[in-house]
């Protein structure tokens, strides 16, 4: 079945860097399009920043020019890094792997990381 297990988050103080993995498994890695959500405390999720299969990043403009997505299809794992972190930056960070089969898309996600910006 698929697993998808973050790691890389902690506190960090403002102006810091934190980088951010999602191992992902029981699917084809390459073929899957992958997402960074964040949901800060009383907030609704958002999107962070996606890549599609053949590499293509886009950004929620909150983050643009200090968070950088990047995928190694080798070694089934995404990444995110961060930096110029700021305290707006504080949240639970999830992975999320969409798929298609047959012309049905699946959506799975982690089961989130702590990120926390404070002196």
């Known amino acids: 079945q698929v697993q998808v297990v973050e790691s890389g988050g902690g506190l960090v103080q403002p102006g810091g860097s934190l980088r951010l993995s999602c191992a992902a498994s029981?699917?084809?890695?390459?073929?899957?399009?992958m997402s960074w959500y964040r949901q800060a405390p009383g907030k609704e999720r958002e999107l962070v920043a996606d890549?599609?299969?053949?590499?293509?990043?886009d950004y929620a403009d909150s983050v643009k020019g200090r968070f950088t997505i990047s995928r190694d299809n080798a070694k089934n794992t995404l990444y995110l890094q961060m930096n110029s972190l700021e305290p707006e930056d504080t949240a639970v960070y999830y992975c999320?792997?969409?798929?298609?089969?047959?012309?049905?898309?699946?959506?799975?996600w982690g089961q989130g990381t702590q990120v926390t910006v404070s002196s």
């Open positions: 999320k792997v969409t798929t298609t089969r047959f012309g049905a898309r699946y959506d799975y």
């Open positions: 029981g699917f084809t890695f390459s073929s899957a399009y």
């Open positions: 890549i599609t299969t053949w590499g293509s990043t």
